[in-house]
């Protein structure tokens, strides 16, 4: 019973240190830095292309970890 | 008297002859009665704000153009956005509006958080330096365009003799805004004469939000005044200045009225912000399609970087 409990615990105290707003948005708020440095530096046009979908990508991630719990 | 009790009559009818209102009135939940007070409001917005969003992005996937609106519409998918991410000349812009962005901030945050130390110690007068140094920011940026437009002048230009007095050359030997090198800093001299109160106002709150106590334990430790600033004063008013930071730089990153006043995006491209080069796209060209898959792209990026100044402004309140 409890070599059960253990490995439970401990899963939850992962996915409670990674799932939470704080790491999340810190998380979206450098994907979406990056993308508007992608968007602006002039060193490569491939970054450029790349810029609008990292951008978007981290707007969008951001909107959604805004709505996870504290 | 007489006019009282016409009065009192006049309200006990109103009372007695719709009696059924006000009892239906009273009778809505506190729910209801927010729902009604909010609902010409959410009306508005939809309209003014949501609806043209959409139908902007609507239109980014097709190839409308306004002054054709009668030739059939096509759908395009994702091209104009592909036509635009490859683009080396909207390329170029992005890089001119970064140049323009990142030397506007840093001298407003500079020069912002000097100024802000220096009304913050309260000297006699600093009312009313406080008050001349506000005024630019009170001013309309067509304003603003308009006079600094006359001020870099090279024949009748201010701006011009100024310069030729501190470094001895001629003064109509230069053209801030006609030269490919100078005009790009010509439009950063004057947002950041501009703005710089602005994040001077933000940077002051910071630095009045700072406890004294703390610079008087800090006295009774013997720290010096250097170490003072740069153990208490920069660490406690830093998210203040990230705020305007990132304020002046959403703010900047749309710039539009100013660098069209002062230089209509020239000479040649040189000043050529994305603004610029989206309102020759819509209303020269008019490429509405491209045009509003280039609004989109601006738009997603404002958008992101609204997310950080939010995320800043929560970390500035819950201090």
């Known amino acids: 019973m409890s070599v059960d409990a253990t490995p439970s615990i401990a899963r939850r105290g992962l996915a409670d240190r990674i799932l939470r707003r704080g790491p999340l948005e810190a998380a979206a708020t450098t994907i979406i830095a990056a993308g508007v440095v992608m968007l602006m530096q002039p060193f490569s046009l491939t970054l450029y292309s790349w810029s609008f979908a990292m951008t978007l990508f981290g707007t969008v991630m951001f909107t959604i970890v805004s709505k996870v719990r504290e | ?319």
């Open chain 2, 1 to 319: 008297m007489n006019e009282l009790s016409a009065s009192s009559r006049i309200t006990y009818r109103a009372v007695m002859v719709r009696p059924g209102v006000a009892r239906r009135i009273r009778g809505l939940s506190d729910k209801t009665l927010a729902w009604l007070f909010i609902t010409p409001t959410i009306v508005l917005l939809l309209a003014i704000n949501i609806f043209p969003l959409l139908w902007t992005i609507y239109l980014s996937f097709t190839n409308y153009r306004a002054n054709r609106a009668n030739v059939p519409t096509i759908w395009l998918g994702a091209d104009w956005y592909q036509s635009i991410l490859t683009d080396p000349d909207i390329w170029a812009a992005m890089q001119v509006t970064a140049h323009f962005v990142i030397w506007t901030v840093v001298i407003e945050a500079v020069l912002g958080f000097g100024l802000a130390y220096l009304i913050d110690k309260k000297f006699r007068g600093h009312g009313l330096w406080t008050t001349i140094i506000l005024l630019p920011m009170m001013l309309s940026p067509a304003v603003v365009g308009n006079f600094w437009t006359f001020l870099y002048q090279p024949q009748i230009g201010l701006f011009n003799y100024v310069v030729a007095f501190f470094t001895g050359r001629a003064a109509s030997s230069f053209q801030m805004l006609g030269d490919v090198t100078l005009s790009p800093w010509a439009i950063v001299i004057v947002d950041a004469w501009m703005w710089t109160p602005y994040v001077m106002l933000i940077c002051l709150a910071g630095l009045r939000s700072i406890p004294d106590y703390i610079y008087e334990a800090a006295e009774v430790d013997r720290a010096s005044k250097w170490r003072q600033f740069w153990s208490i004063t920069l660490p406690m008013s830093l998210p203040f200045i990230m705020l305007a930071v990132l304020f002046r730089g959403i703010e900047n990153f749309k710039m539009f009225d100013m660098v069209n006043l002062l230089t209509g995006g020239g000479p040649g491209s040189t000043t050529e912000v994305a603004s610029i080069t989206l309102k020759r796209a819509a209303f020269e060209s008019w490429r509405t399609g491209y045009s509003s898959a280039f609004a989109i792209i601006l738009f997603v990026t404002v958008f992101g970087l609204a997310n950080i100044y939010v995320k800043a402004l929560n970390k500035v309140k819950s201090r």
